[in-house]
């Protein structure tokens, strides 16, 4: 059974920074992808990591800020959060690649999404 787990998010004043991780249980992708959603909002791609070689793509509203990463072992994402600003308030869900996946837009690629963490809430207030 393929699981995403996620973890790191809570409350940071703007300017601030948080590490979001994300675990995939049972399974290897091609492709990683970090997802947020405001209230009243559509679910937005932030980044997208390709897990061979590390190559990632951003959202551009968060080019500069978030940087998203893996570990050696492949089974973990990272979502690097730095100059946090009250509009980066959501919840943010991690996302793997699968041929029969629906597709979705993240920065400037199309990828198909299949499999989703059950999110981690990110709020940037002062």
């Known amino acids: 059974q393929v699981q995403l787990e996620e973890s790191g998010g809570g409350s940071v004043q703007p300017l601030g920074s948080l590490r979001l991780s994300c675990t995939t249980h049972?399974?290897?992708?091609?492709?990683m992808a970090w997802f947020r959603q405001a209230p009243g909002q559509e679910r937005e791609g932030v980044a997208l990591?390709?897990?061979?070689?590390?190559?990632?793509d951003y959202a551009d509203s968060v080019k500069g800020r978030f940087t998203m990463s893996q570990d050696a072992a492949k089974t973990t994402v990272f979502l690097q959060m730095n100059s946090l600003k009250p509009e980066d308030t959501a919840m943010y869900y991690c996302?793997?690649?699968?041929?029969?996946?629906?597709?979705?837009?993240?920065?400037?690629?199309?990828?198909?999404?299949?499999?989703w963490g059950r999110g981690t809430q990110v709020t940037v207030s002062s």
């Open positions: 996302a793997a690649y699968h041929m029969l996946g629906a597709w979705y837009r993240v920065g400037s690629h199309d990828v198909r999404l299949a499999f």
């Open positions: 049972g399974y290897r992708s091609d492709y």
């Open positions: 990591l390709y897990t061979p070689n590390g190559a990632t």
